[in-house]
């Protein structure tokens, strides 16, 4: 049945519920979603690489699946186009829907980078990316159900409400904007329309006094008009619900505290892309399996020793540093001040460490060093998708001390390629890392509580203690480490869960090549909004 906004066709003769995912950023796509396919490829971060895997093992489920994505037209021209050829020509034409839709603005056509480092052009984006989606997108692709991520996708919710289309929140970091309904209202948004279905800094009266007065969150407005929000693992929703990081506002905790209480939040774990399995990692010198990790981890040390300018030992102990370096989240700033103390106190075991991490403390990372002359030591390199791959192949443990942690991915994909993680106890890393305890053959890594520089530093030796070990004891515990970790980080399972929760929304079943969750509960209703912060809305 049509609704008035003329958007929507829940009644359509598909057989299959339609879900448009939309994103600012991803990493890869399957060729079959689109004879483009190939050339969409914008990657920031953890999201564009969520974004892919979510998509690719839901298309080849066989769901209905469609991508919203800016048109980076500067960025994707810069690929490499001889991949890209190479990919055409595997093109299977088992589809001919086009299944890519991206969203065609000026913001975005000539940007060398998913975002900006101006909060003002980043909001400029968003708001082009968000328009286009509503105005065009969604009327072209007429979507059952519309999932949304992060905050530059976070007014499309309000507008969903108005067009009667179900819509799903998740929440991949608690970043976000605010703005005035009359930017919206400049970039062609039309807030008149939407205005009520937003989280304002404070109670709004009329939209007139509203329009100019009174900013909007971005990133709560997402939450407070979604009917289902979802972070990326269990433990992050029950911290911010509870507020255990101090960089999580008022509005985010509540809100987000009302959907979990209406039984519409819940926390689903992200996995790392299948492509990461040491077994088959073209990116490695030697592949390994859990049974040949020792002379497979080994080779792949002594190479990029040799490449990075290190002193050459494979029984030298290996860290290495996989995440962006943001003092904000990451802890980047715990490592500076122990760095040295670290590296001196295993001295005589030649312990190194590489980071492959872009960010704004690398600079601090190279003045340390120049200062204290460890180039042979430790190296400092841009990030570089093949190169991090080879160093987790390479390394015998990860670093992440994170302040707070959403999901996490490389303590994860650690785990998998023997390099156990150590990191603190926060968020993902909870859901995902355990104290290893030899005596009863569990765990998988080395974890810390407290924030600071201490904490770290325990947990590295922790991380000795354990490496020291008779080479026996060691091999035993790393190859049951990666043969469990490969079982348990499966994207296949975060595909089931998202399935699922299309499922309740739409109150059917998604039609897939293989049916899971076959006794997924159905619920009748979804999650209302709020009206102005303390109303309700009925759901349409």
């Known amino acids: 049945m049509e609704t008035e906004t003329g958007y929507f066709f829940m009644n359509r003769t598909s057989k ?27 990657r920031a971060g953890g999201l564009g690489d969520m974004s892919a895997a979510l998509i690719h093992a839901l298309f080849y489920k066989g769901v209905d699946i469609h991508l919203a994505l800016p048109d980076y037209r500067t960025i994707f021209n810069s690929q490499d186009l001889q991949n890209i050829q ?30 900006s480092s101006s909060d003002l052009e980043n909001i400029t984006m968003s708001l082009a ?29 309000a507008m969903a409400r108005e067009l009667k289309i179900p819509c799903l929140f998740t929440i991949h970091n608690i970043h976000t904007m605010h703005t005035l309904l009359s930017q919206l209202d400049d970039n062609g948004m039309d807030s008149k329309t939407f205005w009520r279905n937003l989280y304002y800094s404070s109670y709004p009266g009329d939209y007139q006094e509203t329009r100019n007065k009174i900013p909007l969150d971005f990133l709560v407005s997402g939450i407070f008009a979604a009917h289902f929000v979802n972070t990326v693992s269990p433990a992050f929703l029950e911290e911010i619900i509870t507020r255990q990081h101090d960089v999580v506002s008022d509005a985010l905790m509540q809100e987000l505290a009302k959907k979990k209480a209406e039984g519409c939040a819940e926390g689903i774990l992200n996995a790392p892309d299948p492509s990461y399995n040491p077994e088959k990692d073209r990116s490695l010198f030697r592949e390994y399996s859990p049974e040949s990790h020792l002379d497979g981890k080994k080779s792949n040390k002594l190479y990029l020793q040799k490449e990075l300018g290190l002193k050459v030992d494979p029984d030298a102990p290996l860290f290495f540093w996989p995440s962006r370096l943001d003092p904000i989240q990451k802890g980047c700033h715990l490592f500076t001040e122990i760095l040295y103390n670290i590296i001196s106190r295993y001295w005589d075991q030649n312990l190194e460490v590489i980071f492959v991490a872009d960010g704004p403390y690398q600079k601090n990372f190279h003045d340390i060093v120049r200062i204290h002359d460890l180039s042979n030591r430790v190296a400092v390199c841009n990030f570089n998708e093949k ?56 765990g998988n890594g080395f974890l810390f509580k407290e924030y600071n520089p201490n904490g770290l530093s325990w947990a590295i030796d922790q991380g000795m203690r354990f490496f020291q070990l008779p080479i026996a004891v060691k091999s035993r515990q790393i190859g049951r480490i990666m043969k469990e970790s490969q079982k348990r980080f499966c994207f296949e399972k975060t595909a089931s869960r998202y399935t699922s929760l299309y499922e309740k929304m739409l109150n059917r079943p998604l039609i897939c090549r293989e049916k ?18 303390t109303q309700r809305l009925t759901y349409p």
């Open 86 to 115: 190479n990919r055409l020509n595997f093109v299977h034409q088992k589809d001919s829907i086009e299944r890519i839709h991206l969203a065609q603005d000026s913001a975005f056509f000539n940007v060398k980078r998913v975002y």
């Open 129 to 157: 990316f968000q328009r286009e989606v509503v105005h065009h997108i969604v009327p072209e692709v007429r979507p059952d159900l519309i999932h949304c991520n992060d905050w530059m996708t976070s007014l499309i919710p």
């Open 16 to 42: 299959n519920p339609r879900v448009l995912f939309v994103t600012p950023e991803i990493s890869y796509l399957p060729d079959e979603m689109g004879s483009s396919s190939s050339f969409q490829r914008a």
């Open 387 to 442: 190169l991090s791959r080879l160093t987790f192949g390479a390394s015998d443990f990860i670093l992440m001390p994170s302040r707070f942690e959403p999901c996490g991915l490389p303590q994860m994909i650690g785990s998998i390629y023997g390099a156990l993680p150590i990191a603190r106890d926060t968020g993902g890393i909870h859901d995902t890392v355990s104290q290893l305890d030899i005596g009863n053959n569990r």
């Open 516 to 533: 899971t969750n076959e006794n997924n509960p159905m619920i009748t209703d979804l999650c209302p909004s709020s009206r102005n912060q």
